[in-house]
């Protein structure tokens, strides 16, 4: 830790959500949610458009209230407070500074209201500013800045205050790709020095899997998730999980089992399965490999379409009528025969259930070579 952590480390707290429930009239948004985010955790909120986790969000920070439950900061039920007494600070994805207002006071303005002195106003903000590479644009107004600037003003806004929890609504869309890049370190900077609990928004997967200890993915305001990026994706516990995380998603093929052996829709065989019945089958583009020493188990597929990344290639290939994407290994090229012959360790894939979408574990069979 550099001189001026200490000065703004700040004591995290805890948030639990015990049976929160958000409806506008007879629409039901967030139908029931038990979640607890744990104290000094980046914890990353993910789902598609609609799902509900602005609205999460925003009854964490009071801005919605609940329509049913609870919740809990730190020690403390916060369901009926005004958000100035909930001990939060939020970042919004549009900025929303005061563009009259130079740098300096858009971040000084929640400190002014609080009454603190202008010569304690001025060593807080310092000590932000600082860490937020402000220190030479503080009498600059946000017309004057680039987009990125005026994104670590408004973080630079929320964090002075030193909140016990730290929100963050999308705050990098705005961005350019490589805009967004450099501010995802800057963040995991941020976090490590300031230790506050903090809770992203967010569609995007990659500022998920880079920036959280744990990842909420939420569907339909229902969790389908939660837990570590590299449990999230080596391990998804549905199939909108699995189809959600990775670039390209994972492949999913209809299969069947007749209670030793797993096959595609044209009856070639895949694994060996101890159960019977009708199944989805999830792998990922990188466990899919391609055969060049022409084992007769290998599956066969036909090439339909290349992507060359330059690092490496997409190939989109039709596999027992379903249309899947192989990713080959970064560095390697393309094979360019048209007719690919292709296995996967049994220990990379990964079986659904056809009804309910949820991941089954230990549905198959372990081989020597698994074991090896």
């Not at 609940?66 to 001990?87: C, Y």
């Not at 963040?187 to 899997?209: K, N, P, S, Y």
């Not at 959280?212 to 569907?219: K, M, P, Q």
């Not at 249309?323 to 292709?342: K, W, Y």
């Amino acid at each position: 830790m550099n001189a001026i952590d200490p000065a703004i480390h700040i004591a995290a707290a805890n948030i639990r959500l015990d049976g929160v429930t958000k409806s506008y009239g007879a629409m039901t948004v967030i139908p029931k949610l038990d979640v607890e985010f744990r104290a000094g955790e980046f914890t990353v909120v993910l789902g598609p458009s609609g799902c509900g986790k602005s609205t999460l969000m925003q009854m964490i920070a009071g801005l919605e209230r609940i329509s049913g439950g609870k919740i809990v900061i730190g020690d403390r039920e916060v369901q009926d407070l005004e958000p100035r007494e909930r001990g939060c600070a939020m970042v919004f994805q549009n900025y929303a500074l005061y563009p009259h207002m130079t740098v300096f006071d858009n971040i000084a303005y929640s400190l002014k209201i609080a009454g603190l002195s202008k010569a304690e106003r001025r060593v807080r903000v310092d000590i932000v500013a600082k860490m937020l590479g402000l220190a030479d644009h503080l009498d600059r107004k946000p017309g004057q800045l680039s987009g990125g600037q005026r994104q670590r003003v408004a973080i630079g806004r929320a964090i002075v205050r030193e909140p016990a929890v730290l929100l963050f609504d999308e705050p990098l869309s705005n961005l350019d790709a490589q805009l967004r890049h450099d501010t995802r370190i800057e963040l995991a900077e941020l976090h490590r020095r300031i230790g506050a609990t903090t809770v992203f928004v967010t569609h995007d997967q990659v500022e998920a899997m880079t920036l959280a200890d744990r990842i909420l993915i939420l569907n339909k305001g229902e969790i389908e998730q939660y837990d570590t990026p590299k449990a999230i994706y080596h391990k998804p516990a549905s199939m909108f999980v699995a189809k959600f995380i990775g670039s390209p998603p994972m492949n999913i093929l209809p299969i069947k089992s007749d209670g030793s052996v797993l096959r595609l829709s044209d009856g070639q065989p895949v694994a060996k399965c101890h159960l019977k019945g009708e199944f989805q089958l999830g792998v990922r583009p990188e466990d899919i490999l391609v055969d060049t020493t022409g084992d007769a188990s290998a599956i066969k597929a036909h090439v339909r379409y290349r992507e060359d990344l330059g690092s490496h290639s997409i190939l989109v290939a039709d596999l027992s009528g379903t249309m899947v994407r192989i990713t080959t290994p970064f560095g390697s090229q393309a094979p360019e025969s048209n007719v690919l012959l292709l296995s996967c360790p049994q220990t990379k894939l990964h079986l659904f259930d056809t009804v309910t979408g949820k991941a089954i574990a230990g549905a198959f069979t372990a081989t020597t070579k698994d074991q090896k």
